[in-house]
């Protein structure tokens, strides 16, 4: 079976170093992998996708329409805003930092209201404050380290040690401490 | 030992084994990774060249005198390197030569979606396609192979969704290839028409040869399996179906060009139902359909716009939808925007401001286009902003003085000095505004002519623009502070006003780049802010309203000070 993780965030918040991360662990337990990434325009604040799966055998590198078993979402309404890729028993972790979108900001669209406390009524929802675990290991950067954390305990059969080793391997060395503290706090969640 | 690898890494990788020694491009997403992750081997000589004609011709010459050489661009960078390409399917090769050409179907980085497959029979030249990141090393080295075996430039056609997805691929060794003896030969390299004559019998006897070995390539192969249907398909569509349709048969095509009709045609034989799973335009299909080779589903399935996915093929084939939740609210669109600090926002606010009509270009700078600052009356392709603005105000000449044409950097180095020229020479009175950010920012900082660094940080004397706009015939031509948002108007009206072309270079480096110190963010004193929104004309998205008052957050803010200058206030401060 190929298990489908979608990551979603903000132009700038590390979801490619997610991505990478948790592939870099599941080669590592001998699965098939495939990641995808959309570089370019995306970068710069805008919305950003990033898909893992892995299994046996994967073919697509892309997760479609209700097919992810995670979504792992680092703002509050990016999950919403991709919530029809979520399987209807899968689980969306979310971050609740609020990150308001340009057309918020000087448009007229709006920011949905307790986008969190919505979205747990459609489906399993996991909601961390991200951003408060990362400052208290140390730097806000770490939201995604503390985002994987939390995956984690989804995935059995990968256990801490793996984890860590992805991060001390992937990570600049300075700032390995500070993210093996931001995993361990979002996996002790 | 297999590695997790991006398609454009594995490309590198398949470049450094085959042992090419030159490697020449510019950038273009999302082709880009592939120069950068090449420049790390020392093996390897690799360039930014100013733009894809450059870069292709300058792979020729290597390949000329016997190098395996190499160029990748984006898609629209093959209509830019289009001269080099048809006539060097004439001249074919000395040393192997392959042209990588990336698409972007659905646009995630582009300003079309056009085919690249069509180059390849235009310019009758054989086109690998890869679905993977193990088929992006394997048919690179590959290419190499026949492109030394059958005297031509091999296409190596990626997408998106091949170029920026990982997947495993297996290392092998560099096998170095070594100089190829160069010996004068002008009826294969000087293409007169009396040379150039005899060369195309010679591309299409290349040609019969390369349909044959399509025919019986390990590239092409049918997997067998329920025969009830039975699908055409390469690249990125080879995956999906397969992903859909784990158990149908499937022809999969890796060269496309030239398509093995007759092994197709068997294929076709063996199954009840055939359908041609293609992204962008009907080319596999039309092709199978004019062999006369009975096709059951295509481009009346799939359309002809955007990416296929799993779910598109499925509904196109009839099953049903996954079931799915939503969220029942709108969510607001989160679109791209000029960084905080960006030292692009200040130039189109004074646009916006004057109300000018704007030629605008390919580059970070396009977001000026976006509200509020909606500074762009057009966009087409690298250049495209300096020689439309001279057509416009030559048709145009009493509104010369309330249009301007922008573009950065490297756009105006890849062929924006080819229009200023244009300009110069036949003597509209035009103001073109260069944005010098010191760096190619859009495909993510790459360096080029201007910025003083080659790819592989070599430090080189840096071109001049002021030197360089004088010398083919602005006699107007100064620099401005882009942060400067008082000498930026004051500059462009006073352009405006005379009557003779004029350059504007407004400067300021990228704000991302290391070297730049980050300045001290600024707030707002709440009880001087009136509210009346000055601030927020800027569209930075470090500068938020809330409770009736404007906010600035400290994490984004770089602080450039245009809000500060804005503020009649004067309620935003440092600290
Ligand atoms: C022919 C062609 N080649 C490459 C690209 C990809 N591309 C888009 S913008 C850009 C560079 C823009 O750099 P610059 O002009 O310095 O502006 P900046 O993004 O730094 O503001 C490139 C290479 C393209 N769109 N067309």
Redesign the interface.
Known sequence: MTKSIMIVGVGGQGTLLASRLIGHVLVEKGFDVKLSEVHGMSQRGGSVVTYVKYGEKVYSPIVDKGEADFILSFEAVEGARYLEMLKKDGTLITNTQEIYPITVITGGASYPAEPTQKLSKLCDVKAVDALALARAAGSEKAVNTVLIGVLSNYLPEIEQDAWLGAIEKLVKPKFVELNKKAFVSGREI | M?E?M?GNKAIARGLYEAGVKYVSSYPG??S??ITEEVALYDEVYAEWAPNEKVATESALGASLAGARSFTAMKHVGLNVAADPLFTSAYTGVNGGMVICVADDPAM??SQNEQDSRHYARAAKMPMLEPA?SAECRDFTVLAYELSEKYDTPVLLRTC??VA?????VELKVRQEAGLKDYVKNPAKYVMNPGNAVKRHFAVEDRLKALKDYSETSPLNFAEMGDTALGFVCAG?CY??V??VF?NASVFKIGLSFPMPLDAIREFAGKVEKLVVVEELDGIFEQEIRAAGIRVDGGKDLFGNTGEL???KIAAAMGLK???????????????????AGCPHRGVFYVLSKLKLTVTGDIG?YT?GA???LSAMDSTVCMGASVSMLHGFNTVRPETSNKTVAVIGDSTFLHSGITSLTDIAYNRSISTVLILDNSITG???HQQNPATGYTLKMQQVPPVSLEKLCEAVGIRRVRSVDAYDLKAVEAAVKEELAADEPSVIICRRPCMLLKYVKPRPALSVEMDKCRACRSC?KL?C?A???EGGKAVIDA?QCAGCGLCATLCAFGAIKEG
């Open positions: 297999k997790l991006l997403t999302p880009t990774e995630h980085s993977d998106t969704r920026h997805s990982q997947s495993l990125s995956q999906y397969k992903e784990p996915s799993q779910s939808a996954k079931e799915v939740s939503r969220f029942g609210e709108p969510v607001p669109g989160r679109p791209p925007v000029m960084c970070c977001l976006s509200a509020p859009m495909t993510g927020m569209g998205p500068i938020r309203f994490n």
